[in-house]
């Protein structure tokens, strides 16, 4: 583990990391409480376990113990465990302490057995800890991802869009938001099954990300319906992009077994002002996108006037 040990007394501070880096962990040493909670605000990601003396100058072992995990609460930063030391056996110490937010004390001078028997209880909180780290990450991606295409879910893509919404509002920068639904899907599915609609999906999707322009995302926000947010693009080069995508998509067959199959896409297209709020926008691109069906569809048609 990385160990971070705040202690001002010179010869303690040497002796714990004598004995923890005997033990095979890595130690980085703050001389008091001030040190210790600018460092752990800084670098709260590159610790895992924090050892605290109790009494310190400019702020005590309790105090700092009580604002790193305030820190932790409103920044949602990496929580680690805390071991308090303490020359004091008082049980009122060891209680205000654990109320602090500390998960163990240890009484001083420190016993090696003691420290061992310690550390190898928080090694465990620590594997714990990365579980539940890589675990929320695996349900993290899983909300967001759409499983059949792995492109964003509506979801993800409806967050990255108003992400991007306030950032082009902040800046006064171009957006613009396009819809594209394949044309006739259903046919696709009535002819080949729904496993050769899936196929398709795939495929399309994986076409328009190895094709996409640094920056544009795409999202899977319905059954065979596709949302593209275009940051940094005004209506005349967002209208260039839907076009090279849609014709990327009808140039080249979709192959499913020994069938080939030729694909179109109507694409509705829409750009963001400072009145558009998230859900005008994607409706705006819809209308526009009724607008393509009705024209004939296999075309790209932009919002006559902004969505409102
Ligand atoms: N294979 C497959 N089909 C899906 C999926 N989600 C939606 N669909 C199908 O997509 C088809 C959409 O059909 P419609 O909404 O009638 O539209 P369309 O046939 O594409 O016709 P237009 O949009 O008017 O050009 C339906 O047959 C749905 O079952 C999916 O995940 N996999």
């Not at 303690?12 to 990391?17: A, G, I, S, Y």
């Not at 420290?115 to 675990?135: C, G, H, S, V």
């Not at 275009?230 to 080249?252: F, G, M, V, W």
């Not at 192959?255 to 558009?276: A, M, N, P, Q, W």
């Amino acid at each position: 583990m990385r160990i971070l040990i705040a202690e001002d007394a010179p010869s303690d501070r040497m002796l714990l990391r004598f004995h923890l880096e005997k033990l095979g962990h890595q130690v980085i040493e703050v001389s008091d409480g001030e040190q210790l909670v600018s460092f752990f605000f800084s670098h709260a990601e590159e610790v895992d376990l924090l050892v605290v003396d109790l009494n310190m100058p400019h702020k005590s072992g309790v105090q700092a113990v009580n604002e790193i995990r305030a820190f932790q609460g409103s920044y949602d930063a990496n929580w680690v465990p805390i071991i308090i030391l303490s020359g004091s056996e008082s049980d009122d110490d060891v209680l205000r302490c654990i109320e602090a937010g500390a998960d163990d004390y240890l009484v001083k001078p420190i016993q090696h057995k003691v420290l061992a028997a310690k550390l190898m209880a928080m090694t465990r909180l620590d594997e714990m800890r990365q579980k539940l780290m890589a675990m929320n990450a695996r349900l993290e991606a899983l909300s967001t991802t759409d499983y059949l295409t792995n492109l964003p879910n509506r979801r993800a893509f409806e967050k990255n869009l108003q992400d991007e919404m306030a950032k082009a509002g902040r800046y006064g920068q171009s957006l613009c938001v396009a819809v594209f639904d394949i044309d006739h899907f259903k046919q696709v599915n009535d002819t080949y099954g729904h496993e050769g609609g899936d196929v398709v999906l795939k495929e399309l999707s994986r076409r328009l990300v190895s094709e996409k322009r640094a920056g544009d995302q795409f999202g899977r926000i319905g059954g065979e319906e596709f949302g593209l947010c275009l940051p940094h693009t005004d209506l005349e080069n967002a209208l260039i992009a839907c076009e090279r995508y849609r014709q990327l998509l009808s140039k080249k067959p979709f192959l499913y077994d020994e069938y080939s199959i030729d694909l179109t896409v109507s694409v509705g297209l829409c750009r963001f002002t400072t009145e558009t709020d998230q859900l005008e926008l994607i409706k705006g691109a819809d209308q526009a996108l009724y607008q393509a069906k009705h024209a004939g569809r296999d075309c790209v048609v932009v919002l006559k006037k902004d969505a409102a």
